[in-house]
């Protein structure tokens, strides 16, 4: 319910920017009802400065059989801020009631809530929390689809008597015991009394108690219910593999920063990860695992050198030494290697051409060799965003790319990352 007629924490419906127009809202009902209350809390938000006001004059109409027609003996027309305007009237029996509204010269308007009845004790009981408890998922805040019960025991992510959590967002004070969480909730005291005659077990009541506690979590991980767009997926999914690059990157400078420490190898534990990486690639450490080789090198430059396709930049849109890449000369049998230093299991290449476009030109196709004689072949587009290939699984030691095909053979090319996608193996698993 509103705390007052600025109150921003609820949902709300205006006519914004609509201004001193005539407006209205309609309640329908599936089966005749008899009708002689109402009562409306108005939205105004001149307190913040915003444009809604609370109207000119309104009035309350109701549907006889195909006509619409104002209810009798209305008690008055409230226009009261901070408060319920309540209306008693002539009962009829409808299927719909109207609001109609006249909003005020150069101002919009809007309703907070609007309840009608047989009395008003019909209306303070449809102010009490309608406990929807179902799973239906509908889109919401924050681009999700949240669930029926989830939204109504939270009131839509407001901390409130029935389920009552520090918010993350909570005042960062010092808290005496038991001042918030599930001993705080009527929940928790609803469900042990046996609501509605059901009687959960001393574990599913610990379990609603944690889920307070651990202030109310919803999805497993980011992305479960996302409720996104094509354009919002690909966002996220941007923001996702920066990050995972930079955690690797600085893993293998941590690695790097032991090794010089201890004088003896030592490395992460190794889960999916991009098996390719070095950002010590191009520090001219011929030793240094993996490493990239290739047949040509345009006049010999380091911002051209093989080595930066797995350095962890993917800064592709434009050329000079801000933008490393491998950039061969215009040949007919150019070809790239990537030697992983031992065996790796892999099943995806995501690479970035160079996309400094007029300047450059790109390849359109290609083909990874890898060393257990297998081969794939690539189409690659015109576009300075990720181009990922997935492929059956496979254990190798190296893979080379060969068959570069210019769309312009007098066009400039080049490659400015190549991740691959796997797990580290023991010398042993080579074998398999």
Known sequence: MPKNSDDHSIRRLTWWPHQGTTEWIQLTYAQPRTVGVTQVYWFDDRPRGGGCRVPESWRLLYLDGEQWREVGDASGYGLERDAWNTVHFRPVETTALRLE??????????????????????????????????????????????????????????????????????????????????????????????????????EELEKIAAWIDLLIPYCGDYTEANAWSPEEQRKYDHFLRKRQRLAQLEARHIEALLQAQTGSPWRFGEDYTNVALNPFAGSGDSDGRPRAESNSVCRGEACFAAANVIDGRVENGGHGPEFPSWGPDRRTDLWLKLDFGGPVRIDRLDLWIRADFPHDSHWTGAVVEFSDGSSLPLELTKTAERQSFAFPERVVDSLRFSGLTPADPNGWCGLSEVEVWGRRLPVQAAAR
């Not at 809530?113 to 919401?140: I, S």
């Open 101 to 202: 509204v006249k909003l005020g010269a150069d101002v919009s308007g809007g309703v907070l809530e609007w309840v009608c009845g047989r009395d008003e004790a019909e209306l303070d009981q449809q102010k009490q929390p309608q406990l929807d408890l179902t799973g239906t998922q509908t889109p919401g805040p924050g681009g999700r689809r949240w669930s029926a019960s989830y939204m109504t025991l939270t009131r839509a992510g407001q901390i409130n008597d029935v389920v009552n959590w520090i918010g993350a967002q909570s005042v960062p004070s010092l808290l005496p015991p038991y001042s918030a969480g599930a001993a705080r909730s009527s929940l928790l005291t609803l469900l042990r009394a046996g609501h509605q005659k059901v009687a959960l077990t001393t």
